[in-house]
């Protein structure tokens, strides 16, 4: 059954409208609004919205289809998403799900009879130093526990506004547990550009040459000739070439913060008590390369910090560090808009991202030509990493030397861990590049650790045995996510859990990884149903080779690293579920009786084979 | 005076001339070189999303139907290894899907079969998916079918970029994406697609079918009968 209209639709429809005006590239935005009043898209909106912004149905509903956090059938009034991350389900996420599950008498995934309510998992989001953690209605909640648990059915139950819910439940904490050159000393708003502006546009990219800064969002590339190919591109449109009055194209600079790497959340401290640096950073950056328009692409999980972010950019507008004439530099104009997403790990790939940013669905695009040369709306764009642009308003204001320093040769500067799992105490934690996984463990307190998922499921895991290994390009290059698992963990439970989380994931934009993670997640599952042989490791290898040699982007590119990990380090983790048979069929008899069992309400030895 | 000195590239050993803004596809396939590919049709614009037309260029992956070519590339393509993964891709497309060759109209003129056969895809080694995806019969003239969908979004282009009418669209995400068309009810029939649309002859698949033409040819008669997908492409190409 489709729902297609609510009797108040027109009066919901008109402001939501009015507000994001008629440009396509609000598309994501207005559909964002609209499932916060309604709790879904009715079908009436998206014809609504397609007229208003004078595009087809069907590119409204490609984009209220792609992104978890949209739906196109009502959601509980009360919708809470439960982070489905490793580090949560160790804190006993999952028990905690069934438990508020039994409570409000309701099955994950289906909304209550009334439409009061419907619980559900969603990928990680972001607080895994404080989990088990949840999301409802958009809205963080942490530190769950039972009695949280038994507090939030109350709620529920008596129906009260969350704005009346006791602000406890929604408390994150920053948890900096070390401090160095970047989290170490507050930014003082229009330092970096005052430094920036007396050195000239030039001289500015030659200290973020010299600082030898790379991009701390995984990849690598050395940010200054990221801004510098920007710089030199000449943007084309169909053929012809954009010119603004300057003859320069316009270019835009594009902060990532989409952070949606399970185990990772230091873009959310950074966001949160140091957004003047990151704000900072990207003004430099517009100087240097010649950009008038920036975009924060802040992920949807972290929409608490909207309201913040838009204070931090009202002031700095009121200060002149945003706006025309930036600190009265005649013909230097630069403001920042902050974009939501709404649900998509893929959104984080840079190409992806500026799909989003246009209001479409997150699919990575056909490389060449890259974001540096055809970016936002076809135009030059730059797209850093939150915490690199952080690093950038630190080196105009301090210099590139005095960045490059610190770390090691190839890795300058320090950089921000996400530490969680099993240790005493999870938080962020800055280093200068080059230290060791051991130090590390042992500032974190952690307790007999085994293992150490660097750079979250598309990073690696390391055993016991590599602890001497150095975070640095060079050796663990890292975005930042460390979770940590101690000898008691069962590390079949890792690959297991990431292997969902990719086949979730994927964008489906290609062959390999649209399938491929699916194979992959129906493997671990009979291997976990105590199902698996021999057999199956191999499928799962053969998998891994096609996804990481075929896939159209990262994403498919990595998705098989936690499987061919496990496997290749610690065998046993796989060997211990496996039958002795050489074959099992995937099928399972038994498993397929469920249904019935579950109809007719019997689990007694006779309804099982 | 001779012909201007043209660009060249390597597929194979074989050096094959190309022009400016020409992929490695186009050189190949204007070379009579044939690649393996499905949701590239030289019609329309490139897609890059099926993945068979893999090859390996100086040691790298990438997708033949996108990538420029680019003077001196040396283009690995018919090798063991590629041809190898291709198969898995084309066995992938088959589980994920409902594709029940015997009970299909199509078979014979599909491409994802034709294709197949070509990669000598013997079994479909994976375990099937068996989605549940609707069938939509509510147009007069077409059927859309879509447990034969493989998002090759040939339909959508053609149906946004010549017929100028986007009644076909992909929404969801994953393994969960879907065709959908232009309607408010979500049915073919309520959209303004045309048997004569350009969007409604383009589909490698039996998913997007013109009705009562099914057994016009009748089995043994067909497109992929007789001749193989790399014949019958290559032989399109130079028509
Ligand atoms: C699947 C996928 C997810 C990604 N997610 C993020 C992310 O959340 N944040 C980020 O900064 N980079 C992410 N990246 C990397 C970006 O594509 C891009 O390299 C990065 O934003 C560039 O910034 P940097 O040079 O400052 O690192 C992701 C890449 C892939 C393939
Ligand atoms: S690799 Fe996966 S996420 Fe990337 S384009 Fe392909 S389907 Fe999408
Ligand atoms: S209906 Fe046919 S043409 Fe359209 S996307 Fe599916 S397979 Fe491709
Ligand atoms: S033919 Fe090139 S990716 Fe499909």
């Known amino acids: 059954m489709q729902q297609t209209d609510s009797p108040d639709l027109p009066r919901i429809m008109v402001p939501i409208l009015a507000r994001h005006g008629s440009d396509s590239a609000q598309l994501l935005q207005i559909l964002r609004d609209v499932q916060d009043v309604c709790h879904f898209v009715p079908a009436d909106a998206i014809d609504q919205i397609a007229a ?50 039994n409570k409000l008498w309701l099955e994950r995934s289906r909304v209550s009879e009334d439409g009061l309510v419907s619980v559900d998992n969603t990928s990680c989001t972001g607080m895994c130093d404080q989990g088990p953690a949840a999301l409802i209605n958009g809205w963080p909640l942490t530190n769950l526990d039972q009695n949280r648990l038994d507090l939030i059915a109350e709620l529920i139950r008596s129906q009260k506004p969350l704005a009346d819910w006791p ?239 610190m770390g090691t040769a190839q890795s300058t500067g320090t950089k921000l861990l996400s530490i969680s799992g099993d240790i005493a105490r999870p938080g962020i934690y800055e280093y200068p590049f080059g230290v060791t996984v051991r130090q590390i463990l042992d500032d974190a307190g952690a307790d007999e650790p085994f293992a150490v998922q660097i750079s979250g499921p598309s990073g690696t895991m390391i055993s016991w045995k590599e602890f001497d290994r150095k975070i640095a390009f060079e050796d663990l290059p890292t975005a930042g996510a460390f979770m940590v698992f101690n000898r008691k963990r069962d590390l079949f439970l890792t690959a297991h859990n990431f292997a969902h989380f990719f086949a979730h994931e994927s964008c489906g934009f290609c062959t390999p990884c649209r399938v491929g993670t699916q194979l992959q997640k129906k493997i671990m599952d009979k291997i976990s ?81 | 005076m001779g012909a201007p000195m043209s660009k060249t590239i390597t597929i194979d050993g074989k050096s094959i001339p190309f022009k400016d803004g020409q992929t490695i596809m186009d050189a190949a396939m204007a070379a009579d070189v044939y690649i393996p590919h499905l949701c590239h049709n030289p019609e329309f614009k490139p897609h890059g999303s099926c993945k068979l037309c893999t090859v390996k260029v100086n040691g790298r992956n990438v997708a033949s139907c996108t990538m420029p070519a680019v003077e001196g590339q040396q283009v690995l393509s018919d090798t063991l290894e590629l041809n190898d993964e291709r198969l898995s891709l084309t ?28 990669l000598g895809m013997m079994s479909p080694h994976y375990n099937h998916f068996y989605p549940q995806r609707e069938v939509d019969a509510s147009h007069p003239d077409m059927l859309l079918d879509r447990n034969r969908c ?90």
């Open chain 1, 52 to 101: 208003h912004l004078g595009v087809s149905r069907v590119t409204v509903e490609g984009v209220a289809g792609f992104y978890s956090f949209l739906s196109t059938q009502p959601v509980g009034q009360y919708h809470l998403l439960f982070s489905n991350n490793i580090t949560d389900q160790m804190l006993g996420k999952d028990e905690l799900l069934q438990y508020l599950c």
């Open chain 1, 167 to 405: 602000p406890m439940l929604f408390e994150v904490v920053d948890n900096i547990r070390r401090t160095d050159a970047l989290l170490g000393e507050a930014c003082v708003p229009g330092a970096a550009i005052k430094q920036a502006l007396a050195r000239g546009a030039k001289e500015t990219l030659s200290e973020m040459d010299k600082s030898n800064l790379r991009g701390r969002g995984g990849a690598g590339f050395k940010t200054a000739s990221k801004w510098s190919f920007c710089h030199a591109a000449i943007a084309e449109e169909e053929g012809s070439v954009i010119c603004d009055i300057g003859g320069n194209p316009e270019r835009f600079i594009v902060c990532n913060a989409d952070e949606g790497e399970p185990g990772t959340f230091k873009d959310r401290v950074l966001l949160n008590s140091y957004a003047d640096m990151v704000f900072e950073g990207m003004t430099v950056g517009a100087y240097v390369v010649g950009a008038s328009k920036g975009f924060l692409y802040l992920r949807g999980e972290y929409r608490y910090l909207l309201k913040n972010l838009e204070a931090v950019l009202k002031r700095r507008r009121e200060a002149g560090l945003l706006g025309d004439n930036i600190l009265g530099q005649t013909g230097f104009s630069f403001d920042i808009e902050v974009h939501l997403g709404a649900g998509a790990y893929i959104c984080g790939e840079e190409s992806a991202l500026i799909e989003s940013l246009e209001g479409k669905p997150g699919r990575p695009r056909n490389r060449p030509p890259f974001p540096v040369t055809h970016g936002y709306k076809g135009r030059p764009t730059v797209v850093d990493n939150v915490e690199t642009f952080a690093c950038s308003a630190r080196i105009a204001e301090k210099g590139g030397a005095w960045f490059a320093a």
């Open chain 2, 150 to 239: 493989i998002y090759c979004e040939l339909c959508v282009r053609a149906s946004r970029d010549v017929d100028g009418k986007s009644v076909f669209g992909l929404s969801g995400r994953g393994i969960g994406s879907t065709l959908v068309v232009n309607s408010t009810s979500g049915l073919l029939g309520d959209t303004n697609l045309a048997a004569t649309d350009k969007a409604a002859q383009v589909c490698p698949t039996g998913a997007l079918l013109k009705k009562r033409q099914g057994f016009t040819v009748p089995i043994g008669q067909r497109i992929f009968d007789h001749r193989t997908i790399k014949d019958v492409q290559l032989g399109e190409e130079h028509e």
């Open chain 2, 91 to 118: 066995q992938m497309l088959f589980v994920e899907g409902n594709h029940i060759c015997p009970s299909c109209e199509k078979s014979g003129n599909c491409q994802l079969q034709a294709v197949a056969y070509y």
């Open chain 1, 529 to 609: 149903g105590g199902h698996g042989t021999i057999c199956d490791m191999e499928e799962l290898k053969r998998l891994g080779h096609i996804l990481k040699t075929m896939s159209h982007c990262g994403l498919g590119s990595s998705a098989a690293n936690p499987m061919l990990d496990a496997m290749e380090k610690f065998p046993d983790v796989f060997e211990r579920k496996l039958k002795a048979l050489a074959f099992e069929p995937a099928f399972d008899l038994d498993g397929a009786l469920e249904t019935a069992r579950k109809i007719t309400g019997r689990d007694d030895e006779w309804a099982h084979l």
